[in-house]
């Protein structure tokens, strides 16, 4: 189980890997201009809301609880920082997805050697269909990080709520991701969560992995088309999805 979880962490940083590969190179200049330009775009509007919305969020507490607000600004800091970058995470991927796709099928080529490529008129006809998926995958996502945010505000189960938190923004970034190889496979939604859930210690060490880079600066720029490019790694490796 521990070795999954070491293969699936380092499916990522071979992604980073072979993105100045050739034949794969290209697809992934595009996926990196939308990264770049949605967290260029994030970094302005938290710089521009974030302190007020957290000030909006603390709850008002009376002269002797005073010294609570301190502590009550850093969790709701905490919480409304994931929520944001979550959304904006949510937006890049939704705007790349139809790329990001193209972009799965051409690190499968140069991993299995072969010459299946969709033209770029496919891609472009199939993507309200990707977008759907992306907003089902939000719809997802808010099912389950509703009941994790309420945790935070439940005595003693809120000791466990950052480790949860952590946890399902693991299995997330992995759903996200293998979305890609697997949904050129033709596999979607509730089918892609079985065959990772099938392979669970893969999944989440690629996801924590993931989680991580987001969080290092410079470098979360490119970890959108790297965590396709390791996501179809390990789904060519590990994940075995011809047979769910």
Request: with cysteine; proline share 5%; glycine share 8%.
């Amino acid at each position: 189980m521990l070795g999954d979880f070491v293969h699936g962490a380092r499916c990522l940083w071979r992604g980073f890997g072979l993105l100045n590969t050739r034949g794969v190179r290209g697809y992934a200049a595009l996926p990196i201009l939308i990264n770049v330009a949605v967290f260029s775009m994030l970094l302005w509007f938290a710089a521009s809301h974030f302190g007020g919305w957290v000030d909006a969020m603390v709850p008002r507490l009376p002269d002797w609880m005073a010294w609570l607000e301190s502590l009550f600004w850093l969790v709701f800091a905490g919480v409304a920082a994931v929520l944001v970058f979550f959304s904006f995470t949510a937006v890049a991927n939704i705007i790349g997805s139809p790329f990001n796709g193209m972009l799965a099928e051409a690190v499968e080529r140069l991993l299995t050697g072969t010459s299946t490529e969709t033209s770029l008129r496919e891609t472009l006809r199939q993507a309200p269909a990707m977008l759907l998926d992306e907003v089902r995958k939000l719809g997802y996502y808010a099912r389950w990080a509703l009941p994790l945010v309420v945790l935070f505000f439940i005595p003693l189960l809120n000791l466990l709520a950052p480790l949860l938190w952590a946890m399902f923004g693991a299995w997330m970034l992995a759903v996200e991701y293998a979305d890609y190889p697997l949904g050129n496979r033709g596999l979607r939604g509730a089918q892609i969560r079985a065959v990772l859930r099938n392979h669970r210690a893969s999944a989440l060490g690629f996801g924590a992995m993931t989680l991580v880079a987001t969080l290092v600066p410079g470098l979360n720029l490119l970890v959108m088309p790297a965590a396709v490019a390791g996501a179809t790694i390990l789904t060519v490796e590990s994940l075995r999805p011809d047979s769910p």
